[in-house]
C-alpha cells in the first residue's frame, strides 16, 4: 500500500502567519490547499518535505469578489481567491456570465470528485508532469532516475542538461488568455503580476515564485468585446491531464480583432504565448483565411516532447486544428453583429 | 458516547523534538452519526483511518493516487477521496462512509436497487459508487442518464458493470420520488 511519508503539520490561520511559516521552514515546507496533486507526489516519493503547511484556515485565500476594493480598470473585475474549489470555478454565476471560458477550463480538470477537492491556485501551480517520473518508485528504480527526482539525467532528452517536464495545468492557459493578474504574498510583501510571468521554461522549477510567496488570489478584468475559448485533448474523457491545451482570447472591436492571444499548454514546462499567431490576428478582420495561418503559426511554433499522453507529432497536429477551432467558437460568442467583409459571422451556430 | 481511538504506533514516529508543527494530532469527527476522536499521526488519510482505526472497511483502498474512486466518503454531505484527504482536515466535520449509508435490515434505495439491478459485480468500486450517486440524488432528485455518467465518472468499475450502474442509480432516483424513504441519508449532510 502506498502510505503518506511523515511530516510536521501546521495549520496556519492567517495569511501573514502563512507567509512567515514558509519563510522560517523554507525548502523544507510544501503547502498543502487541496492535496489532490501534493499528496499524489508525496505517495510516490517524488517529494519528501518535513513540513506541510495547509491553507485551508487561512481566509485571505478564499472566496470570490466582485472587486471594487482590487484595481480594476473598468469597473467590472472579478477576484478569485486562490482556496476557491475547480468546481466552484465551473458553478458561479458571475464567472459563467463574464468569463466562460474559465468555468468550462475548469469543467475539463480531472473528475467530479477531484474537482471539488482541487482549488484554482492549487491547479495554477500544479507540478509539471513527465511518464518518467509521475511513476512509483518501483518503476523510476527500474527505468533509472531522473533530474526531475534525484537522479541526473532527462529520460525524454538525455542530451539535454534541462528538465522537459510539461506544464499541466488547464487553468493556466485560459487565464493567460485572458490577461488575468496574480497577486502574490511574500515575507517581502506582497506583488501583482501577469498570470504570464508567474512560469518560467524549465520542468524543475517552472514557477517564478520566491521562497515563502504564496499565490493569494487571481484578479481578472473585463475590457469590452473579449470572447475566448479553451480546447483540451487527453486520452478519456474524464480524470486525465492535458496532453495539449489550447486557449485563445480575441478583443474585437467592430469586424476588427484589436488584440489577440493564443496560449497552449501541456507543450513545454509553461504555458507558451504564440507570439507569431498573436501578430496574424492582431488589427486584422478574422477571415477563415487568417484562422487558419495563425493555426499553421501555432503548429510551427511548437515542440512538444515525448513525456506526456499522446505522441508529440499527433499533439502537435491537433494543436493546428485546435487554435483554428478555438477561434472560430471565440468569434461565436461576439454578440451576434453582421459580418462583413468576408469574416466569420459572430453569432453563427456550428 | 465518545470513544477515544489511537493508532498504533510505528515506534520510529514516537520520538518528539522541539520542531515546530505536529507530528501527531487529536482529530474529533462525527462517522456515520458517532463522535469519535481519533489520535494519530499528521501523515494519517482520512481512509487509513476509516480503516485501520475504526474499522469501517466498506471504504476500500483502490489505486490510493485519486485515480479511482473506490475511497469515496461524503465529507459534510460531498463526496471525498479518502485516499488524497488528511485526517487532520476533517476536524470537526461529518463523515459519512458506504457503513452509514444504509443497514442489511433498513437499505439505501440505492443499494436496494444495486441489488435489484446486479450492480455491483466485484462489489469494491460499489461503495465508492454508493456514496458518490447519493449525493447526486442529494442535489439532482431526478439526473438524467448524462448527468449520472458525468456525476460517476470519477468512479471506476473494473469489472465495467457500468449499465446496471446507471440503471440503478436512475431507478433508485425513482424509488425515492416514489415515496421510498432514505434512511440516515449522509448526503443530507
Not at chain 1, 154 to 180: E, H, K, N
Not at chain 1, 295 to 322: C, E, K, S, T
Request: overall charge neutral; aromatic content about 4%.
Amino acid at each position: 500500500m502506498l502510505h503518506l511519508p511523515s511530516f510536521r503539520y501546521l495549520a496556519p490561520r492567517s495569511l501573514s502567519e502563512a507567509v512567515g511559516l514558509l519563510a522560517e521552514l523554507g525548502a523544507e515546507a510544501q503547502l498543502l490547499a487541496g492535496g489532490t496533486d501534493l499528496l499524489p507526489l508525496l505517495k510516490r516519493g517524488q517529494l519528501s518535505p518535513r513540513y506541510l503547511v495547509a491553507l485551508a484556515g487561512v481566509p485571505e485565500l478564499s472566496g470570490i469578489r466582485t472587486a471594487a476594493e482590487a484595481t480594476v480598470r473598468d469597473g467590472s473585475g472579478l477576484t478569485l481567491g486562490a482556496l476557491t474549489s475547480i468546481a466552484e470555478l465551473t458553478r458561479q454565476p458571475v464567472l459563467r456570465r463574464h468569463f466562460p471560458v474559465i468555468g468550462h477550463a475548469a469543467s475539463l480538470i480531472a473528475t467530479p470528485t477531484l474537482r471539488s477537492m482541487g482549488t484554482l491556485g492549487g491547479n495554477l501551480c500544479l507540478d509539471t508532469r513527465c511518464t518518467y517520473v509521475n511513476r512509483s518508485p518501483l518503476w523510476r528504480e527500474a527505468a533509472g532516475d531522473c533530474l526531475k527526482c534525484t537522479g541526473d539525467v532527462c529520460r525524454v532528452a538525455p542530451g539535454d542538461d534541462r528538465c522537459w517536464a510539461a506544464v499541466s495545468s488547464d487553468l493556466a492557459p485560459a487565464m493567460i488568455a485572458l490577461d488575468a493578474q496574480i497577486r502574490i504574498a511574500g515575507p517581502r510583501g506582497e506583488r501583482v503580476i501577469p498570470a504570464e510571468a508567474l512560469y518560467r521554461d524549465d520542468g524543475l522549477s517552472h514557477l517564478t515564485l520566491s521562497a515563502g510567496e504564496i499565490v493569494v488570489d487571481v484578479q481578472l478584468l473585463r475590457p469590452t468585446g473579449v470572447c475566448a475559448s479553451y480546447m483540451k485533448l487527453r486520452p478519456r474523457a474524464s480524470f486525465d491531464f492535458p496532453s495539449l491545451g489550447v486557449a485563445v482570447a480575441l478583443r474585437m472591436a467592430k469586424d476588427e480583432c484589436e488584440n489577440a492571444r493564443v496560449v497552449v499548454g501541456a507543450v513545454a514546462s509553461r504555458p507558451l504565448r504564440i507570439a507569431e499567431a498573436e501578430v496574424i490576428l492582431t488589427g486584422h478582420v478574422p477571415t477563415a483565411e487568417r484562422l487558419s495561418a495563425a493555426a499553421d503559426a501555432v503548429h510551427r511554433a511548437i515542440r512538444p516532447m515525448d513525456n506526456v499522453d499522446l505522441p508529440p507529432g499527433y499533439r502537435r497536429q491537433v494543436a493546428r486544428v485546435f487554435t483554428e477551432r478555438a477561434l472560430q467558437h471565440a468569434l461565436r460568442q461576439v454578440p451576434a453583429r453582421a459580418g462583413a467583409n468576408g469574416a466569420l459571422t459572430p453569432g453563427r451556430q456550428n | 458516547m465518545k470513544s477515544t481511538i489511537v493508532a498504533t504506533v510505528p515506534p520510529a514516529l514516537q520520538v518528539d523534538d522541539s520542531a515546530p508543527g505536529d507530528r501527531w494530532l487529536t482529530v474529533d469527527m462525527t462517522v456515520n452519526g458517532v463522535p469519535r476522536m481519533l489520535r494519530a499521526p499528521a501523515h494519517r488519510t482520512l481512509l487509513e483511518a476509516l480503516r485501520e482505526d475504526l474499522g469501517l472497511t466498506g471504504t476500500k483502498h483502490g489505486c490510493e493516487l485519486g485515480e479511482c474512486g473506490a475511497c469515496t466518503v461524503l465529507v459534510d454531505g460531498q463526496p471525498r477521496l479518502g485516499c488524497l484527504t488528511l485526517l487532520a482536515s476533517v476536524e470537526g466535520r461529518t463523515v459519512t462512509t458506504v457503513e452509514g449509508l444504509g443497514t442489511t435490515a433498513e437499505p439505501h434505495p440505492l443499494q436496494v436497487a444495486f441489488v435489484d439491478r446486479g450492480a455491483a459485480q466485484c462489489g469494491y468500486c460499489t461503495g465508492g459508487m454508493l456514496l458518490t450517486a447519493a449525493a447526486l440524488l442529494a442535489d439532482n432528485a431526478d439526473p438524467t442518464e448524462a448527468e449520472v455518467r458525468a456525476a460517476l465518472a470519477g468512479n471506476l468499475c473494473r469489472c465495467t458493470g457500468y449499465a446496471s450502474i446507471v440503471a440503478a442509480v436512475r431507478q433508485a432516483a425513482r424509488m425515492v420520488a416514489g415515496g421510498a424513504s432514505h434512511p440516515r441519508s449522509g448526503a443530507q449532510g
